[in-house]
C-alpha cells in the first residue's frame, strides 16, 4: 500500500525531486546475541504454539 501510495504521489509531481532526496540511508542494524536470537524464536514459538491451542 505505501509503495502504491508513494509512486501516485511521485506521478502527481509537476518536477521530479533529485534521487539523493528519494533514496533513504541505510540504518546499520545492531548484532543479535545469540541468546537474543533464541528468545525470540522461543517467544514466536510459543505464541504459535497457543493459537493452535485454541479451538476456533
Same mark, same amino acid.
Given at each position: 500500500? %505505501?509503495?502504491?501510495?508513494?509512486?501516485?504521489?511521485?506521478?502527481?509531481? =509537476?518536477k521530479?525531486?533529485?534521487?539523493?532526496?528519494?533514496?533513504t540511508?541505510? =540504518?546499520?542494524?545492531?548484532?543479535?546475541?545469540?541468546?537474543?536470537?533464541?528468545?525470540?524464536?522461543?517467544?514466536?514459538?510459543? %505464541?504459535? %504454539?497457543?493459537k493452535?491451542?485454541?479451538?476456533?
Open positions: 500500500m %505505501s509503495l502504491a501510495w508513494h509512486i501516485a504521489k511521485l506521478d502527481r509531481l =509537476k521530479m525531486p533529485p534521487l539523493k532526496d528519494l533514496l540511508v541505510k =540504518k546499520t542494524r545492531v548484532k543479535q546475541t545469540p541468546e537474543e536470537i533464541e528468545a525470540v524464536t522461543r517467544s514466536w514459538l510459543g %505464541s504459535r %504454539s497457543r493452535a491451542e485454541k479451538p476456533a
